[in-house]
């Protein structure tokens, strides 16, 4: 696991922007790996909008995002950047939240300024905790992880509620307090994109949200710009809803799914993606009459 941090670590240290798209559970992360990725990221909304059915207002806990992560991460051998919301609490819990994680297997965790419960960083009527408690999480993560290659993502939503120029304050100060990586959440154009970047030394996370605040440009434009990071949290999600939606819909009309064969992965097909040729090899390899 250390030596897939360390690849994290160091890809986003050169001059090549990464692209992590999102994914919530082991099958978007399979197939995120497959189309030739270099990282994933672990979406919370993702999770949320999946496992409860419910949009991303903070209503996740820790113990499921963990169990997330470690099902993903078990399933994949690329870095997993995960949504951590606000620490899950105060200084006390963000250390508990760092070391579950760690243990899970992720390579990253993205810590948030809000307080809780949290809200989608492109949502309204967010509120901030203090700066000063934000430095103290964030010392708190960094004596907490057990692997120095475990990276800490810190974000500041001070964009939307303070403004751009408190939002890169906040940055700086949660750079000096030593986290590895940097999201300003949420900037509302390109100038403020180009500004953020010039104000900040450390890695930077860019965020592109279909609809969002941020526009929407692409990984190499990005690059340009000066991020080192592009997280596409829930385009896969939404993908998949619409198609879902569309199959449901024909199917309850025509009663029958023929229709809609080659839009779907065939039944070998799917399976043969999910590793069966290597269970079947072990089911070889362990069958009883092996050992009579």
Do not use: W
Not at 160 to 168: P, T
Request: with cysteine; glycine share 6%; hydrophobic share 40%.
């Amino acid at each position: 696991m250390t030596e897939i941090r360390k690849r994290l670590k160091q890809r986003l240290e050169e001059k090549t922007i990464l692209m992590a798209p999102g994914a919530y559970d082991a099958l978007t992360a399979i197939l995120c790996e497959r189309a030739g990725f270099e990282a994933l990221y672990l979406t919370g909304a993702g999770v949320s909008y999946s496992t409860l059915g419910k949009s991303d207002v903070g209503l996740i806990t820790m113990s499921e995002m963990v169990s997330k992560a470690t099902y993903i991460c078990e399933a994949v051998s690329i870095p997993v950047i995960a949504d951590g919301d606000n620490g899950y609490g105060n200084a006390i819990n963000v250390m508990r939240t760092v070391r579950e994680y760690e243990r899970a297997g992720v390579a990253a965790i993205q810590l948030e300024d809000q307080v809780f419960p949290k809200r989608c960083g492109h949502l309204s009527n967010k509120s901030l905790i203090s700066t000063e408690e934000m430095v103290a999480k964030i010392h708190a993560a960094v004596d907490a992880r057990r692997d120095e290659n475990f990276l800490i993502v810190a974000r500041t939503d001070a964009r939307a509620v303070e403004g751009l120029e408190e939002a890169i304050e906040r940055a700086i100060r949660y750079e000096e307090a030593g986290a590895d990586v940097i999201f300003v959440e949420a900037p509302e154009s390109e100038a403020e994109m180009r500004k953020i970047a010039r104000s900040l030394q450390k890695p930077l996370v860019a965020n592109m949200v279909e609809g969002g605040k941020t526009p929407i440009l692409s990984a190499e434009q990005l690059q340009e710009i000066g991020y080192a990071l592009v997280i596409f949290p829930n385009s896969v999600t939404r993908v998949i809803a619409k198609a879902a939606g569309d199959f449901y819909r024909e199917l309850k009309q025509t009663g029958i799914t023929t229709h809609y064969y080659e839009r779907m992965l065939q039944f070998k097909e799917l399976n043969q993606i999910l590793g069966i040729e290597r269970i079947r090899q072990l089911e070889q390899k362990y069958d009883e009459r092996n050992f009579k």
